[in-house]
């Protein structure tokens, strides 16, 4: 299932090159996310996902959701796009699923030392750049947006966190990162927003 959610990000995965999924995607500058949770988690992460499924005797099997619009669900298989109800496949999904996501590039790779401090100051530049951009966006009004362009980097998180109802904790964690993406970033793959089949 990991080759047919890489080429929606528009990657060639080959697992007989590189075994284990995640780390190739860390090569790419990207991130797994494994979680469990219900339809609605899927929608508000609007990430293309890898559905673990189990049949009647317990067997586990994986499809992709690329695309989800009211109860239309469109899965990638290895034998081709297929189009069914939601529904359908509710019955054999008890909410294991994994999606990728954009990490920042501070975020990317091992870091010690000088590196470190490097990465720290990259990180604090480019979260305050995506909060003046979030505060533009989401402040109701002038004012607000200039007190939250005042704030520390963990206060300008935990208020962006409250506007977007995530678990407010002032840390810029997988979920965070991915709801900045999704308000600010329009390239990555999505999964409410993908054209449906018909």
């Known amino acids: 299932a990991f080759r047919e959610l890489f080429e929606l990000w528009r990657l060639d ?8 999924a995640c780390e190739f995607a860390e090569g790419q ?13 899927l ?3 609007d990430r293309p996902a890898i559905l673990q499924l189990r049949n009647g005797k317990g067997e586990r099997h994986y499809a992709v959701l690329s695309g989800l619009q009211d109860n239309r669900a469109t899965i990638e298989l290895p034998s081709g796009r297929r189009v069914v109800t939601f529904s359908s496949l509710e019955p054999y999904w008890f909410g294991e699923f994994t999606v990728l996501w954009e990490a920042p590039a501070h975020a990317l790779g091992d870091a010690s030392g000088n590196e ?18 979030l505060a533009n ?12 362009n005042r ?23 997988a979920m965070t990162i991915i709801q900045m993406n999704n308000d600010l970033d329009s390239a990555v793959p999505r999964l409410t927003s993908a054209k449906m089949v018909n």
């Open 151 to 173: 704030m520390a980097i963990e206060e300008q998180v935990r208020w962006y966190q409250r506007q977007r109802g995530l678990a407010v904790d002032g840390i810029a964690g």
């Open 13 to 20: 995965y080959r697992a007989s090159e590189n075994p284990v």
């Open 43 to 45: 929608e508000f992460l």
């Open 137 to 148: 966006r989401y402040a109701e009004s002038r004012q607000e947006e200039n007190r939250v």
């Open 116 to 133: 470190q401090d490097n990465a720290r100051v990259s990180e604090q530049i480019w979260m305050g750049s995506r909060m003046m951009e």
């Open 29 to 41: 500058g990207l991130r797994c996310l494994q979680n469990k949770g219900a339809r609605r988690s």
